[in-house]
């Protein structure tokens, strides 16, 4: 016999679910799953066959009795089932429900509550739903009932301090209309917040008696909550959310799935909505005895060059699949392109940096190396990319240095960018494109298709190099980091907004 888990998503940002959801995600054989759950959630169950069962508005792509029998049907069937919910899963979720129907199958369950809309979502509009200055208790209603039969107490709903109210966007007229008849203050003040906690978070506010026609001038729809309450009025000094940066942006990053959540997490955090368009991927070598020959010969040389995060794990990777370790570089010096490479060789190879230019380009390095020490005779392992420039070994070697130009790693390109990307930015619903590499550049053009389609959307350049690129391939750049790391990239693209 399985179980079943009745998991509370939290409002719409992901990361809003519990831990406890979280861990159970990543054990469930099947993922149950609504149209309020965020998407992204389902990443925690990589193994889980995963099923809609969604309703958005009067569509359901499954009733409600079917939902139950499949909740028992993959429980009966020895499975860990995830079943999750927008919001909390008791919170007008139909959860009671589904734990009901697991009851009478006999079927063992679990609650993992979550954090509601109208809480969690409001929070993310500035609105605290309780206020000491304002009122004392808050109230729930849904606006959209079972049947005719209302339990709904109009008459003491008006007397109340501070009602939220879920799927009432529809009935928004009649809620108010009801309230005001009776004897709610027009003037209270309302808000409505659409798509709570996700990047497409909208709010409009207002009074009882205006809050519909500013819902409608807004072309606000469900999912909505909307507030009736003094507490409102806190929106305009507590709106933290929509006030970061980057709210309402959607910015395309183009480096490899392994490097992009740096930048993407740094750009979620300022608001932005991060869409992930790897143009190029990682692979092995297609045959090591080249590299692991110059790792067994590391110690011979004076110099060990890593020229990106890739090439750090790489070696990583190579060292621990082969039962190597760190002792074959012995005394080597070791020199790194960039500040987030050398952190890297710190971090995974718990191995100091000799040497680190300020500037993160090839030619930087160059002239730091020959400014070290006579270049002459000395022997050089380069562990890098199948791809790079040839400024670096074509410099050392001019000075009279043994290169040994190792590919540590290879580079392609994709067969194609995610489904709908192209669309999107075709037709200006994403606002910027950024580019970490030429080779990103490149790829993402041939991927793509001609430049003349990139009218409608700013472009950020990692540095002098890439933007060299996009001007050969005919992209406009609309800024270039002036410090050619994420950090960098990210200041340019906020300075760009500002
Ligand atoms: N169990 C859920 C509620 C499900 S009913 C919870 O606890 O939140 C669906 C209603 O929830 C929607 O019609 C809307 O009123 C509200 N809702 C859910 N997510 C929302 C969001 N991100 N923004 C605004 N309203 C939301």
Not at 272 to 287: C, G, K, L, Q, W
Not at 360 to 366: G, K
Not at 370 to 384: F, G
């Amino acid at each position: 016999m399985g179980i079943v888990y009745l998991i509370g998503a939290g409002p719409g940002d992901p990361g809003l679910l519990t831990l406890r959801g979280a861990e159970l995600l990543a054990a469930a054989d099947v993922v149950i799953y609504d149209y309020l759950a965020p998407a992204k959630l389902l990443a925690l169950a990589p193994r889980a066959e995963k099923i809609y069962v969604g309703k958005k508005g009067p569509v359901h792509a499954l009733p409600q009795e079917q939902i139950n029998a499949l909740l028992i049907e993959k429980a009966k069937a020895g499975k860990t089932v995830a079943r999750l919910k927008g919001g909390d899963p008791f919170v007008f979720g139909r959860g009671g429900e589904e734990a009901e129907a697991l009851v009478n199958a006999g079927i063992p369950f679990e609650i993992i509550p979550g954090i509601t809309a109208a809480i969690g979502g409001l929070a993310y509009a500035g609105i605290p739903v309780t206020h000491r200055d304002f009122n004392s208790s808050f109230t729930l209603v849904t606006g959209h009932e079972k049947d005719e039969s209302s339990d709904i107490d109009w008459p003491s709903l008006a007397k109340l301090p501070c009602v939220a109210f879920y799927m009432g966007v529809g009935n928004l007229a009649q809620i108010a209309q009801r309230l005001l008849a009776h004897g709610m203050n027009p003037q209270t003040p309302a808000a409505t917040v659409q798509w709570a906690a996700t990047t497409r978070q909208k709010c409009v506010v207002g009074t009882l008696q205006t809050i519909e026609q500013k819902v409608i001038g807004a072309g606000i729809s469900s999912p909505a909550i909307t507030i009736f309450g003094k507490v409102v009025t806190l929106r305009s000094t507590l709106n933290w959310f929509e006030s970061r940066p980057l709210f309402g942006q959607r910015i395309v990053i183009t480096r490899t799935r392994q490097q992009s959540s740096e930048l993407a997490i740094r750009l979620q955090n300022l608001g932005a909505e991060v869409i992930e368009a790897p143009t190029i991927e990682i692979a092995e070598p297609s045959d090591w005895s080249e590299v692991d020959r110059a790792l067994d010969e590391a110690a011979n040389h004076d110099w060990i060059i890593f020229t990106s995060i890739n090439g750090v794990l790489a070696v990583k990777n190579r060292l621990l699949a082969t039962g190597r370790d760190i002792r074959l570089f012995g005394s080597a010096k070791i020199a790194a392109i960039g500040a987030p490479t050398a952190a890297a060789i710190n971090r995974e190879l718990a191995c100091r940096v000799d040497l680190c230019p300020d500037q993160f380009v090839a030619e930087a390095l160059a002239d730091q190396l020959l400014a070290a020490e006579p270049m002459r005779e000395k022997r050089i392992l380069l562990l890098r990319a199948d791809i790079g420039r040839p400024i670096l070994v074509d410099r050392l070697r001019a000075a009279g240095a043994l290169v040994r130009n190792i590919s540590i790693y290879e580079t392609r390109r994709p067969a194609a960018l995610p489904p709908g990307v192209g669309e999107q930015i075709r037709s200006g619903e994403i606002d910027w494109i950024t580019f970490t590499s030429s080779s990103t550049a490149k790829n993402f053009l041939e991927l793509f298709g001609p430049p003349t389609d990139l009218q409608k959307i700013k472009t950020a350049s990692i540095g002098p190099i890439t933007s060299q690129t996009l001007r050969e391939l005919g992209i406009p750049i609309t800024v270039e980091a002036q410090r050619s790391d994420i950090d960098g990239l990210v200041q340019s693209i906020l300075s760009n907004q500002q």
